[in-house]
């Protein structure tokens, strides 16, 4: 069985030391396909490196809600150039209504820049929208959707949401968040999903799935639980159950996805 983690940061700092250890485990568990997306500037020169060491990894750029306050001033010459370098995609790119308000204005004239960039290099886009999906399609629909199609990281939007994003051209990627049986917003986006717009994920080395009682994983020196790609199978076994399909058929189209958004 193939799979294709659709959004991981694989440079983060939390897993370095145990990076060479988790591809090893995350091959064996027929993870071959990661997105690998940097959120900020500082992210940028580390994922080339990764390309080298890991092969089935791709790349993403993008700058992130997060970290658009601290920008330098010709970051989106530097994001430019690091994506005509790679055959690469646009992204983590988004809003989020969780910050301070006064970031908002902000966080939109990032994110337009980025779209239109994406657009120019002929780019797909991987989106982080929290809290703001009403703003993210007032605006684009007034702007422009991205071209060459896009996905939506951890969808957290309703159900209600699901076939007007799909109208706009959306793939939709769910991680270890709906693996936790409280969730019951993303479980019925999930089965509301059609499966040629589906997608999986991880966000390692954040949002860890539930594991079983006993399941070793790799913690933090808070006992936390830093994820890896290797936890992509209990995204899929949820997924395949919430969709009553074989965890096989599942694993084939969302690989069969990844690679028709982005290669």
Request: proline fraction near 6%.
């Amino acid at each position: 069985m193939n799979l294709f983690d659709a959004h991981c940061h694989l440079q983060d700092a939390r897993l370095a030391p145990h990076l060479d250890d988790a591809m090893e485990r995350a091959a064996q568990a027929g993870v071959t396909g990661l997105m690998c997306c940097g959120s900020r500037e500082q992210d940028w020169p580390l994922l080339q490196d990764l390309t080298r060491r890991f092969p089935g990894v791709q790349l993403s750029f993008g700058l992130h809600p997060w970290y658009s306050g601290s920008r330098n001033e010709g970051w989106l010459d530097t994001l430019k150039t690091f994506l005509e370098d790679t055959s690469s995609a646009v992204g983590e790119i988004g809003l989020d209504h969780a910050l301070d308000k006064a970031t908002f204005a902000d966080q939109e004239t990032v994110l337009l820049a980025q779209i239109h960039l994406a657009n120019e290099l002929h780019r797909p886009v991987t989106f982080h929208c929290r809290q703001a999906w009403g703003r993210l399609l007032e605006l684009l629909d007034e702007t422009g959707w991205p071209a060459h199609g896009f996905a939506l990281h951890s969808y957290s939007g309703s159900v209600d949401l699901v076939q007007p994003l799909i109208r706009r051209g959306a793939f939709f990627s769910f991680s270890g968040a709906i693996t936790f049986e409280q969730n019951r917003k993303g479980r019925d986006a999930v089965a509301a999903v059609p499966l040629d717009c589906l997608l999986i994920e991880t966000d390692a080395p954040d949002l860890p799935p539930f594991l079983p009682p006993g399941a070793g994983c790799l913690r933090d020196l808070n006992g936390k639980v830093i994820n890896e790609p290797t936890h992509l199978t209990e995204v899929l076994k949820t997924v395949a159950q919430i969709k009553s399909i074989p965890e096989l058929e599942l694993a084939k189209t969302t690989v069969s996805n990844a690679h028709s958004l982005w290669q």
